[in-house]
Antibody
């Protein structure tokens, strides 16, 4: 079964760090793009970052320099290292797959993991 | 960065009625790389439309997408009870920085 499962969310103080994981099954993460998309409480979706099959990673301006994507092909897992967290980073974080099958739209999504930044 | 503006913010309709949702881009979306997603409370988004007008696998034909350049539309021909949700557009043409619209809520009147 094709699926993505996120984990690693929790409560963290401002300025702290968290690492989110996105484990894929049913496909290989190095063959496609894996995105992170977040949704603040009561707000719309915000694209955060993407790692391409070749390993290149890109970030929204709002997280550039604070968030870092990495990938472990042996575990078929993508990680989002989040540093210098701020209140505005509070959100549900989803990982989602993009492939050329759907023109790089996001066709498979995880259930999300919640990050709360608060003192 | 391409900014996507969706309208209206909320659409109040009855089951059986049609719905027309708009997504306007601040600059032309390359290759019509525009998708629409449906999201229900507590759930992850679900891909409905990609490439501006192609339905994803398993999506009923009452959902259709159209448009090009800077103006895109999602049309739901006859609302079913399960269609009441939030709909978001997403552009993935301005690689590598992608953006979403703020969403349109379709609610029961």
């Amino acid at each position: 079964e094709v699926q993505l499962v996120e984990s690693g969310g929790g409560l963290v103080q401002p300025g702290g760090s968290l690492r989110l994981s996105c484990v894929a099954s049913g496909f290989t993460v190095s063959d496609i793009y894996i995105n992170w998309v977040r949704q603040a409480p009561g707000k719309g979706l915000e694209w955060v970052s993407v790692i391409h099959g070749g390993g290149d990673a890109y970030y929204a301006d709002s997280v550039q320099g604070r968030f870092i994507l990495s990938r472990d092909n042996s575990k078929n897992t993508v990680y989002l290292q989040m540093n210098s967290l701020r209140g505005e980073d509070t959100a549900v974080y989803y990982c989602a797959r993009s492939s050329n099958f759907y023109d790089y739209a996001m066709d498979v999504w995880g259930l999300g993991t919640t990050v709360t930044v608060s003192s | 960065e391409i900014v996507l503006t969706q309208s209206p913010g909320t659409l109040s309709l009855s089951p059986g009625e049609g719905a027309t949702l708009s997504c306007r881009a601040s600059q032309s979306v390359s290759s019509n790389s525009l998708a629409w997603y449906q999201q229900k409370p507590g759930q992850a988004p679900r891909l409905l439309i990609y490439g501006a007008s192609s339905r994803a696998t398993g999506i009923p034909d009452r959902f259709s997408g159209s448009g090009s350049g800077t103006d895109f539309t999602l049309t739901i021909s006859r609302l079913e009870p399960e269609d009441f949700a939030v709909y978001s557009c997403h552009q993935y043409g301005s690689s590598p920085l992608w953006t979403f619209g703020q969403g349109t809520k379709v609610e029961i009147k």
